[in-house]
Protein backbone atom coordinates (compact mmCIF):
# COMPACT_ATOMS: atom_id res chain seq x y z
CA UNK A 1 0.00 0.00 0.00
CA UNK A 2 1.36 3.66 -1.03
CA UNK A 3 1.91 6.42 1.53
CA UNK A 4 4.58 8.19 0.39
CA UNK A 5 3.79 10.01 -3.13
CA UNK A 6 7.08 11.48 -5.32
CA UNK A 7 6.04 13.62 -7.85
CA UNK A 8 7.50 14.79 -11.07
CA UNK A 9 7.43 18.02 -11.80
CA UNK A 10 6.94 19.30 -15.48
CA UNK A 11 3.89 17.66 -17.36
CA UNK A 12 3.11 16.08 -13.99
CA UNK A 13 1.84 19.14 -11.98
CA UNK A 14 2.99 21.91 -14.01
CA UNK A 15 2.15 22.58 -17.59
CA UNK A 16 5.89 24.05 -18.32
CA UNK A 17 6.09 23.32 -22.36
CA UNK A 18 5.77 26.62 -23.34
CA UNK A 19 9.02 27.90 -21.30
CA UNK A 20 10.83 24.86 -21.73
CA UNK A 21 10.37 24.76 -25.69
CA UNK A 22 10.88 28.88 -26.17
CA UNK A 23 13.94 28.57 -24.62
CA UNK A 24 15.47 25.32 -25.90
CA UNK A 25 14.47 27.23 -29.36
CA UNK A 26 16.65 30.40 -28.00
CA UNK A 27 19.41 28.21 -27.09
CA UNK A 28 19.60 26.29 -30.52
CA UNK A 29 19.51 29.40 -32.87
CA UNK A 30 22.33 31.55 -30.29
CA UNK A 31 24.56 28.36 -29.89
CA UNK A 32 23.92 26.44 -32.97
CA UNK A 33 22.37 29.06 -35.63
CA UNK A 34 19.49 26.36 -35.69
CA UNK A 35 15.81 27.59 -36.32
CA UNK A 36 13.29 25.24 -34.88
CA UNK A 37 9.83 25.20 -34.78
CA UNK A 38 8.47 25.10 -31.31
CA UNK A 39 6.11 22.20 -32.02
CA UNK A 40 9.38 20.26 -32.97
CA UNK A 41 10.76 20.52 -29.33
CA UNK A 42 8.53 19.00 -26.70
CA UNK A 43 10.67 16.32 -26.51
CA UNK A 44 12.44 18.42 -24.62
CA UNK A 45 10.00 18.56 -21.61
CA UNK A 46 10.78 15.55 -19.02
CA UNK A 47 14.62 14.05 -20.11
CA UNK A 48 17.84 15.67 -19.00
CA UNK A 49 18.35 18.81 -21.05
CA UNK A 50 21.96 18.35 -21.43
CA UNK A 51 21.43 14.47 -23.30
CA UNK A 52 18.54 16.12 -25.08
CA UNK A 53 21.00 18.55 -26.60
CA UNK A 54 23.62 16.27 -27.42
CA UNK A 55 20.67 13.54 -29.27
CA UNK A 56 18.44 16.46 -30.62
CA UNK A 57 21.24 18.61 -32.45
CA UNK A 58 24.17 15.84 -32.94
CA UNK A 59 26.62 17.45 -30.95
CA UNK A 60 29.50 17.07 -28.45
CA UNK A 61 28.52 17.11 -24.58
CA UNK A 62 30.69 19.96 -24.12
CA UNK A 63 28.81 21.85 -26.60
CA UNK A 64 25.72 20.56 -24.98
CA UNK A 65 26.98 22.37 -21.68
CA UNK A 66 27.03 25.39 -23.27
CA UNK A 67 23.39 25.10 -25.12
CA UNK A 68 21.87 24.37 -21.69
CA UNK A 69 23.68 27.94 -20.43
CA UNK A 70 22.12 29.78 -23.56
CA UNK A 71 18.82 27.78 -22.40
CA UNK A 72 19.43 29.32 -19.24
CA UNK A 73 19.94 32.73 -19.98
CA UNK A 74 15.86 33.14 -21.17
CA UNK A 75 14.60 30.57 -18.76
CA UNK A 76 15.86 32.02 -15.55
CA UNK A 77 14.02 35.62 -15.86
CA UNK A 78 11.27 35.04 -18.40
CA UNK A 79 10.71 30.79 -19.32
CA UNK A 80 10.38 30.03 -15.27
CA UNK A 81 7.27 32.14 -15.58
CA UNK A 82 5.53 30.63 -18.41
CA UNK A 83 4.30 27.32 -16.36
CA UNK A 84 0.97 26.62 -15.14
CA UNK A 85 -0.34 24.46 -12.51
CA UNK A 86 -2.85 22.11 -14.95
CA UNK A 87 -6.61 22.24 -13.37
CA UNK A 88 -7.56 20.24 -9.81
CA UNK A 89 -3.15 19.95 -9.18
CA UNK A 90 -3.62 21.81 -6.00
CA UNK A 91 -6.84 20.70 -4.81
CA UNK A 92 -5.16 17.03 -5.23
CA UNK A 93 -2.34 18.12 -3.19
CA UNK A 94 -4.15 19.39 -0.46
CA UNK A 95 -6.50 16.32 -0.02
CA UNK A 96 -3.53 14.05 -0.43
CA UNK A 97 -1.99 15.86 2.47
CA UNK A 98 -5.15 15.70 4.87
CA UNK A 99 -5.20 11.91 3.87
CA UNK A 100 -1.59 11.90 5.46
CA UNK A 101 0.11 11.51 2.57
CA UNK A 102 4.01 12.19 2.86
CA UNK A 103 4.50 13.78 -0.45
CA UNK A 104 7.92 15.08 -2.19
CA UNK A 105 9.23 16.11 -5.68
CA UNK A 106 11.78 14.49 -7.86
CA UNK A 107 12.43 16.10 -10.92
CA UNK A 108 15.26 16.44 -13.90
CA UNK A 109 14.68 20.10 -13.41
CA UNK A 110 17.46 22.11 -11.14
CA UNK A 111 16.38 21.76 -7.17
CA UNK A 112 16.58 25.48 -7.24
CA UNK A 113 13.88 26.18 -9.95
CA UNK A 114 11.47 23.56 -8.52
CA UNK A 115 11.39 24.91 -5.32
CA UNK A 116 10.39 28.30 -7.06
CA UNK A 117 7.92 27.14 -9.08
CA UNK A 118 6.43 25.51 -5.84
CA UNK A 119 6.45 28.79 -4.29
CA UNK A 120 5.06 30.69 -7.07
CA UNK A 121 2.18 28.56 -6.94
CA UNK A 122 2.02 28.28 -3.16
CA UNK A 123 2.26 23.93 -3.18
CA UNK A 124 5.51 24.12 -1.23
CA UNK A 125 4.02 23.75 2.36
CA UNK A 126 3.01 20.29 0.90
CA UNK A 127 6.44 18.14 -0.21
CA UNK A 128 8.49 17.11 2.80
CA UNK A 129 11.33 16.42 0.34
CA UNK A 130 12.11 18.16 -2.95
CA UNK A 131 15.35 16.86 -5.11
CA UNK A 132 16.22 18.28 -8.33
CA UNK A 133 19.43 18.18 -10.69
CA UNK A 134 22.63 20.01 -9.59
CA UNK A 135 23.13 23.26 -12.08
CA UNK A 136 26.47 22.09 -13.06
CA UNK A 137 24.66 18.95 -14.69
CA UNK A 138 25.46 16.44 -12.14
CA UNK A 139 22.96 14.25 -11.02
CA UNK A 140 20.33 14.12 -13.71
CA UNK A 141 19.48 10.20 -14.44
CA UNK A 142 16.05 9.72 -12.93
CA UNK A 143 16.91 6.72 -11.00
CA UNK A 144 19.78 9.13 -9.13
CA UNK A 145 17.17 11.22 -8.50
CA UNK A 146 14.34 8.89 -6.95
CA UNK A 147 16.73 7.30 -4.98
CA UNK A 148 18.30 10.28 -3.17
CA UNK A 149 14.48 11.44 -2.61
CA UNK A 150 14.21 8.12 -0.87
CA UNK A 151 17.42 8.93 1.37
CA UNK A 152 16.44 11.86 2.27
CA UNK A 153 12.56 10.42 3.85
CA UNK A 154 14.68 7.80 5.47
CA UNK A 155 12.79 4.96 3.46
CA UNK A 156 14.96 2.77 2.28
CA UNK A 157 13.59 -0.22 3.67
CA UNK A 158 9.69 0.94 3.12
CA UNK A 159 9.91 0.75 -1.07
CA UNK A 160 7.08 -0.64 -1.36
CA UNK A 161 4.83 2.07 0.45
CA UNK A 162 6.42 4.70 -2.65
CA UNK A 163 5.35 5.28 -5.83
CA UNK A 164 6.51 7.64 -8.57
CA UNK A 165 4.08 9.46 -10.40
CA UNK A 166 5.12 10.70 -13.92
CA UNK A 167 4.20 11.87 -17.48
CA UNK A 168 7.18 10.19 -19.13
CA UNK A 169 8.97 6.75 -19.63
CA UNK A 170 12.12 7.96 -17.73
CA UNK A 171 9.62 7.91 -15.02
CA UNK A 172 8.74 4.71 -15.05
CA UNK A 173 12.37 3.50 -15.85
CA UNK A 174 13.68 5.17 -12.75
CA UNK A 175 11.22 3.48 -10.45
CA UNK A 176 11.73 0.29 -11.63
CA UNK A 177 15.09 0.64 -11.48
CA UNK A 178 14.95 1.93 -7.64
CA UNK A 179 12.74 -1.12 -6.76
CA UNK A 180 9.35 1.38 -6.43
CA UNK A 181 5.79 1.34 -8.14
CA UNK A 182 5.18 4.19 -10.94
CA UNK A 183 1.76 5.34 -11.80
CA UNK A 184 1.46 7.20 -15.55
CA UNK A 185 -0.67 10.44 -15.96
CA UNK A 186 -1.57 10.98 -19.64
CA UNK A 187 -2.78 14.50 -19.34
CA UNK A 188 1.00 15.35 -19.38
CA UNK A 189 3.59 15.21 -22.43
CA UNK A 190 4.13 11.33 -22.66
CA UNK A 191 1.85 9.15 -24.82
CA UNK A 192 -0.35 6.29 -23.24
CA UNK A 193 1.28 4.06 -25.55
CA UNK A 194 5.15 5.18 -24.47
CA UNK A 195 4.00 4.52 -20.83
CA UNK A 196 2.24 1.64 -21.57
CA UNK A 197 5.62 0.16 -22.98
CA UNK A 198 7.17 0.48 -19.50
CA UNK A 199 4.55 -1.42 -17.27
CA UNK A 200 3.40 1.31 -14.93
CA UNK A 201 1.41 -0.16 -11.97
CA UNK A 202 -1.37 1.74 -13.15
CA UNK A 203 -2.26 4.67 -15.57
CA UNK A 204 -4.42 7.80 -14.84
CA UNK A 205 -5.79 10.51 -17.23
CA UNK A 206 -6.48 13.53 -15.37
CA UNK A 207 -5.15 14.41 -11.29
CA UNK A 208 -8.73 13.68 -9.98
CA UNK A 209 -8.63 10.30 -11.22
CA UNK A 210 -4.83 9.79 -9.21
CA UNK A 211 -6.20 11.82 -6.27
CA UNK A 212 -9.07 8.46 -6.49
CA UNK A 213 -6.51 6.00 -6.90
CA UNK A 214 -4.10 7.36 -4.42
CA UNK A 215 -6.42 7.81 -1.63
CA UNK A 216 -9.12 4.94 -2.83
CA UNK A 217 -6.06 2.48 -2.01
CA UNK A 218 -4.95 3.67 1.26
CA UNK A 219 -8.22 4.01 2.71
CA UNK A 220 -9.23 0.59 1.44
CA UNK A 221 -5.98 -0.79 3.24
CA UNK A 222 -6.18 0.86 6.20
CA UNK A 223 -10.21 -0.71 6.19
CA UNK A 224 -8.69 -3.98 5.50
CA UNK A 225 -5.71 -4.38 8.04
CA UNK A 226 -8.21 -2.81 11.21
CA UNK A 227 -5.98 0.22 11.64
CA UNK A 228 -2.98 -1.71 12.26
CA UNK A 229 -1.05 -1.20 9.95
CA UNK A 230 2.45 1.09 9.06
CA UNK A 231 -0.46 3.20 7.43
CA UNK A 232 -2.58 3.28 10.04
CA UNK A 233 -0.25 3.98 13.07
CA UNK A 234 1.14 6.48 10.50
CA UNK A 235 -2.65 8.00 10.31
CA UNK A 236 -2.58 8.53 14.22
CA UNK A 237 0.64 10.26 14.79
CA UNK A 238 0.08 12.85 12.25
CA UNK A 239 -3.69 13.63 13.30
CA UNK A 240 -2.17 14.90 15.99
CA UNK A 241 -0.19 17.50 13.90
CA UNK A 242 -3.39 18.37 11.68
CA UNK A 243 -4.51 21.57 11.79
CA UNK A 244 -7.29 21.85 14.09
CA UNK A 245 -9.02 25.53 13.57
CA UNK A 246 -11.93 27.61 14.97
CA UNK A 247 -14.71 28.23 12.87
CA UNK A 248 -14.73 30.52 9.64
CA UNK A 249 -16.01 33.75 10.16
CA UNK A 250 -19.43 33.18 8.51
CA UNK A 251 -20.18 30.40 10.31
CA UNK A 252 -20.92 32.48 13.22
CA UNK A 253 -23.86 34.21 11.47
CA UNK A 254 -23.26 38.43 10.49
CA UNK A 255 -21.75 39.57 14.26
CA UNK A 256 -18.85 37.39 13.44
CA UNK A 257 -18.22 38.78 9.99
CA UNK A 258 -18.04 42.40 10.90
CA UNK A 259 -15.78 41.30 13.79
CA UNK A 260 -13.41 39.27 11.80
CA UNK A 261 -12.85 41.98 9.10
CA UNK A 262 -12.90 45.16 12.33
CA UNK A 263 -10.27 42.94 14.16
CA UNK A 264 -6.88 43.74 12.76
CA UNK A 265 -7.61 47.55 12.80
CA UNK A 266 -8.82 47.95 16.34
CA UNK A 267 -6.27 45.40 17.28
CA UNK A 268 -3.42 47.77 15.65
CA UNK A 269 -5.09 51.19 17.01
CA UNK A 270 -5.61 50.03 20.24
CA UNK A 271 -1.85 48.69 20.80
CA UNK A 272 0.00 50.72 19.10
CA UNK A 273 -2.09 53.72 21.20
CA UNK A 274 -1.08 51.60 24.47
CA UNK A 275 2.54 50.95 23.46
CA UNK A 276 3.25 54.84 22.85
CA UNK A 277 1.44 55.92 25.33
CA UNK A 278 3.89 53.46 27.72
CA UNK A 279 6.94 54.05 25.88
CA UNK A 280 6.14 58.51 26.47
CA UNK A 281 5.12 57.59 30.28
CA UNK A 282 8.74 55.60 30.67
CA UNK A 283 10.68 58.25 29.07
CA UNK A 284 9.14 61.04 31.12
CA UNK A 285 9.86 59.10 34.41
CA UNK A 286 13.55 58.28 33.43
CA UNK A 287 14.18 60.57 30.81
CA UNK A 288 12.80 63.90 31.61
CA UNK A 289 15.06 65.93 29.42
CA UNK A 290 14.29 63.84 26.45
CA UNK A 291 12.82 66.36 24.00
CA UNK A 292 9.87 64.80 22.08
CA UNK A 293 10.53 66.62 18.45
CA UNK A 294 9.13 65.37 15.14
CA UNK A 295 12.32 63.02 14.72
CA UNK A 296 11.26 61.22 18.22
CA UNK A 297 7.65 60.75 16.39
CA UNK A 298 8.75 59.06 13.63
CA UNK A 299 11.20 57.15 15.48
CA UNK A 300 8.64 56.15 17.95
CA UNK A 301 6.21 55.23 15.26
CA UNK A 302 8.41 52.58 13.19
CA UNK A 303 9.46 51.58 16.83
CA UNK A 304 6.04 50.89 17.75
CA UNK A 305 4.96 49.41 13.87
CA UNK A 306 8.24 47.08 14.56
CA UNK A 307 6.68 45.73 17.16
CA UNK A 308 2.95 45.03 15.73
CA UNK A 309 4.72 43.29 12.70
CA UNK A 310 5.36 39.82 14.31
CA UNK A 311 1.75 39.80 15.62
CA UNK A 312 -0.15 40.83 12.38
CA UNK A 313 2.17 38.10 10.67
CA UNK A 314 0.70 35.34 12.85
CA UNK A 315 -2.68 36.38 12.35
CA UNK A 316 -2.22 36.59 8.63
CA UNK A 317 -0.68 32.79 8.54
CA UNK A 318 -3.25 31.79 10.72
CA UNK A 319 -6.16 32.91 8.05
CA UNK A 320 -4.30 31.16 5.12
CA UNK A 321 -3.69 27.80 6.89
CA UNK A 322 -7.74 27.87 7.87
CA UNK A 323 -8.79 28.70 4.46
CA UNK A 324 -6.35 25.96 3.89
CA UNK A 325 -7.57 23.77 6.15
CA UNK A 326 -11.45 24.38 5.48
CA UNK A 327 -10.63 23.64 1.92
CA UNK A 328 -11.61 27.22 0.81
CA UNK A 329 -9.79 26.84 -2.48
CA UNK A 330 -11.67 29.93 -4.67
CA UNK A 331 -10.44 31.94 -1.75
CA UNK A 332 -6.84 31.38 -2.28
CA UNK A 333 -5.69 34.16 -4.12
CA UNK A 334 -4.77 33.50 -7.79
CA UNK A 335 -0.68 33.81 -8.64
CA UNK A 336 1.21 36.29 -10.99
CA UNK A 337 4.80 36.08 -11.33
CA UNK A 338 5.95 38.66 -9.14
CA UNK A 339 9.91 39.15 -9.88
CA UNK A 340 12.70 41.73 -9.86
CA UNK A 341 10.88 43.30 -13.25
CA UNK A 342 7.61 42.97 -11.43
CA UNK A 343 8.75 45.09 -8.46
CA UNK A 344 9.93 47.72 -10.46
CA UNK A 345 7.04 47.85 -12.77
CA UNK A 346 4.75 48.31 -9.33
CA UNK A 347 6.83 50.29 -8.07
CA UNK A 348 6.89 53.15 -11.00
CA UNK A 349 3.27 52.25 -11.24
CA UNK A 350 2.20 53.33 -7.78
CA UNK A 351 4.66 56.17 -7.92
CA UNK A 352 2.77 57.59 -11.17
CA UNK A 353 -0.76 56.92 -10.11
CA UNK A 354 -0.27 58.80 -6.11
CA UNK A 355 1.61 61.73 -8.05
CA UNK A 356 -1.43 62.06 -10.70
CA UNK A 357 -4.19 62.45 -7.90
CA UNK A 358 -2.40 64.49 -5.09
CA UNK A 359 -3.48 67.62 -7.84
CA UNK A 360 -6.91 67.12 -8.47
CA UNK A 361 -7.54 66.14 -4.77
CA UNK A 362 -5.21 69.06 -3.20
CA UNK A 363 -7.60 71.42 -5.82
CA UNK A 364 -10.69 69.97 -4.31
CA UNK A 365 -9.41 69.43 -0.38
CA UNK A 366 -8.71 72.03 1.68
CA UNK A 367 -7.80 70.67 5.24
CA UNK A 368 -5.15 73.01 6.81
CA UNK A 369 -5.14 70.86 9.95
CA UNK A 370 -4.11 67.83 7.97
CA UNK A 371 -1.81 69.89 5.80
CA UNK A 372 0.11 71.19 8.66
CA UNK A 373 0.84 67.65 9.72
CA UNK A 374 2.28 66.57 6.38
CA UNK A 375 4.45 69.43 6.62
CA UNK A 376 5.33 68.87 9.61
CA UNK A 377 5.97 65.27 9.54
CA UNK A 378 8.93 65.47 7.60
CA UNK A 379 10.59 69.07 8.93
CA UNK A 380 13.89 68.52 10.27
CA UNK A 381 13.78 64.96 9.93
CA UNK A 382 16.60 63.28 8.66
CA UNK A 383 16.25 61.28 5.42
CA UNK A 384 17.72 58.06 6.74
CA UNK A 385 15.14 57.80 10.02
CA UNK A 386 12.68 58.59 7.14
CA UNK A 387 13.47 55.94 4.90
CA UNK A 388 13.97 53.11 7.45
CA UNK A 389 10.50 54.38 9.58
CA UNK A 390 8.33 55.68 6.93
CA UNK A 391 9.45 53.82 3.77
CA UNK A 392 10.39 49.80 5.22
CA UNK A 393 8.72 49.28 8.54
CA UNK A 394 5.57 51.11 8.05
CA UNK A 395 4.52 50.05 4.54
CA UNK A 396 5.13 46.60 6.08
CA UNK A 397 3.47 47.08 8.86
CA UNK A 398 0.37 48.95 7.62
CA UNK A 399 -0.08 46.34 4.19
CA UNK A 400 -0.30 43.24 6.56
CA UNK A 401 -3.69 44.95 8.53
CA UNK A 402 -5.30 46.30 5.41
CA UNK A 403 -4.50 43.96 2.58
CA UNK A 404 -3.36 41.18 4.73
CA UNK A 405 -5.80 41.00 6.59
CA UNK A 406 -9.11 43.23 6.68
CA UNK A 407 -9.03 42.99 2.47
CA UNK A 408 -8.75 39.06 2.75
CA UNK A 409 -11.26 38.71 4.91
CA UNK A 410 -14.02 40.62 3.54
CA UNK A 411 -12.80 39.01 0.11
CA UNK A 412 -13.58 35.59 1.63
CA UNK A 413 -17.02 36.87 3.11
CA UNK A 414 -18.18 39.69 0.71
CA UNK A 415 -16.02 38.96 -2.63
CA UNK A 416 -13.31 41.08 -4.51
CA UNK A 417 -15.10 44.36 -5.13
CA UNK A 418 -16.95 44.75 -1.56
CA UNK A 419 -13.11 44.03 -0.41
CA UNK A 420 -11.40 46.41 -2.57
CA UNK A 421 -14.20 49.41 -1.32
CA UNK A 422 -13.97 48.05 1.96
CA UNK A 423 -10.44 47.93 2.57
CA UNK A 424 -9.69 51.42 1.39
CA UNK A 425 -12.33 52.89 3.42
CA UNK A 426 -10.75 51.79 6.89
CA UNK A 427 -7.24 52.53 5.55
CA UNK A 428 -8.38 56.15 4.95
CA UNK A 429 -10.40 56.52 8.36
CA UNK A 430 -7.21 55.28 9.73
CA UNK A 431 -4.87 58.02 8.52
CA UNK A 432 -7.12 60.20 10.77
CA UNK A 433 -7.14 63.48 8.54
CA UNK A 434 -8.97 64.64 5.67
CA UNK A 435 -5.98 65.49 3.46
CA UNK A 436 -4.27 61.63 4.00
CA UNK A 437 -7.62 59.81 4.52
CA UNK A 438 -8.92 60.83 1.08
CA UNK A 439 -5.73 60.29 -0.62
CA UNK A 440 -4.92 56.65 1.54
CA UNK A 441 -8.60 56.27 0.44
CA UNK A 442 -7.74 56.17 -3.55
CA UNK A 443 -4.34 54.98 -3.24
CA UNK A 444 -5.95 51.57 -1.16
CA UNK A 445 -7.69 50.82 -3.98
CA UNK A 446 -4.69 50.82 -5.93
CA UNK A 447 -3.07 48.63 -3.46
CA UNK A 448 -5.75 45.93 -3.08
CA UNK A 449 -5.70 45.81 -6.73
CA UNK A 450 -2.04 44.97 -7.40
CA UNK A 451 -2.37 42.73 -4.44
CA UNK A 452 -5.38 40.86 -6.00
CA UNK A 453 -3.28 40.69 -8.91
CA UNK A 454 -0.45 39.35 -7.89
CA UNK A 455 -1.50 37.16 -5.26
CA UNK A 456 1.06 37.94 -2.60
CA UNK A 457 1.58 40.50 0.10
CA UNK A 458 4.85 41.90 -0.72
CA UNK A 459 3.44 43.40 -3.99
CA UNK A 460 1.15 45.81 -1.76
CA UNK A 461 4.18 46.23 -0.04
CA UNK A 462 6.22 47.33 -2.68
CA UNK A 463 3.61 49.69 -4.42
CA UNK A 464 3.08 51.02 -0.46
CA UNK A 465 6.94 51.74 -0.33
CA UNK A 466 7.71 53.04 -3.11
CA UNK A 467 5.19 55.51 -2.91
CA UNK A 468 6.29 56.55 0.57
CA UNK A 469 9.74 56.33 -1.03
CA UNK A 470 9.13 59.19 -3.76
CA UNK A 471 7.10 61.70 -1.08
CA UNK A 472 10.22 61.22 1.23
CA UNK A 473 12.55 62.74 -1.38
CA UNK A 474 10.52 64.67 -3.61
CA UNK A 475 9.37 66.25 0.03
CA UNK A 476 13.07 67.16 0.58
CA UNK A 477 13.93 68.51 -2.96
CA UNK A 478 11.41 71.01 -3.14
CA UNK A 479 12.18 71.70 0.49
CA UNK A 480 15.32 72.86 -0.51
CA UNK A 481 14.41 74.22 -3.29
CA UNK A 482 16.06 71.91 -5.55
CA UNK A 483 12.75 71.67 -8.06
CA UNK A 484 10.91 74.35 -9.63
CA UNK A 485 7.39 74.79 -10.60
CA UNK A 486 8.14 74.03 -14.21
CA UNK A 487 10.32 70.78 -13.14
CA UNK A 488 7.34 69.57 -11.22
CA UNK A 489 4.74 69.85 -13.76
CA UNK A 490 7.05 68.03 -16.06
CA UNK A 491 7.61 65.15 -13.62
CA UNK A 492 3.90 65.43 -13.18
CA UNK A 493 3.27 64.59 -16.67
CA UNK A 494 5.75 62.01 -16.75
CA UNK A 495 4.36 60.18 -13.93
CA UNK A 496 0.58 60.57 -15.35
CA UNK A 497 1.75 58.85 -18.66
CA UNK A 498 3.84 56.08 -16.73
CA UNK A 499 0.44 55.40 -14.68
CA UNK A 500 -1.56 54.96 -17.28
CA UNK A 501 0.81 52.53 -19.65
CA UNK A 502 2.38 50.72 -16.56
CA UNK A 503 -1.03 50.02 -15.34
CA UNK A 504 -2.49 48.59 -18.50
CA UNK A 505 0.39 46.67 -19.20
CA UNK A 506 -0.16 44.91 -15.57
CA UNK A 507 -3.60 44.26 -15.67
CA UNK A 508 -4.06 43.62 -18.95
CA UNK A 509 -0.85 41.58 -20.75
CA UNK A 510 1.29 40.62 -17.11
CA UNK A 511 -1.32 37.71 -17.19
CA UNK A 512 0.26 34.54 -15.91
CA UNK A 513 -2.62 33.31 -13.58
CA UNK A 514 -3.20 30.01 -12.12
CA UNK A 515 -7.18 29.02 -12.06
CA UNK A 516 -8.29 25.95 -10.83
Known sequence: MWNTVLFDLDGTLTDSGEGITKSVQYALEKEFGMQVPLSDLRCFV???LKEQFMSF???????????????????RPKGIYENYLYDGIKTMLRQLHEEHFTLA???????????????????????????????????TDKYELIEETIRELGMQDLRDEIVMVGDRKYDCVGAA???????????????????????????VDSPIELRNVLIGQARSGAEGSGGSSAWGEKSTEMAGRTIKPSVMPEDGGVFRCIFSCVT???????????????????LQIFLPRIEFDNTFLVVMTGVVDLILIPFLYMMYRRDEQRRISYGRTERILEINAFGAAAVLIVALFSIGFADTIQVPLGMLIHDEVGEEIN??????????????????????????????????????LLGVWSAVFLSAVFFGVYHQNLTQGVF????????????????????????????NLYAVILNALLER???????YFIVLVISAAAAISLGFYIFKFDQKKNVI
Open 481 to 487: ELVSDTG
Open 46 to 48: GPP
Open 264 to 282: PVAFAFIVSSVLYLSIIWG
Open 375 to 412: ASLFKDVGLVVQFISLCAIGPACEELIFRGLVYRRVRD
Open 105 to 139: LTSSKPTMFCRQILRMFNIDEYFTAVVGSDMDGRR
Open 177 to 203: SAGIDCIGVTYGFGSRQELEEEWPACI
Open 57 to 75: AGVSEEAAVRAVERYRERY
Open 440 to 467: AFFFGILLAAVYEHYGTIWAAIAAHAAN
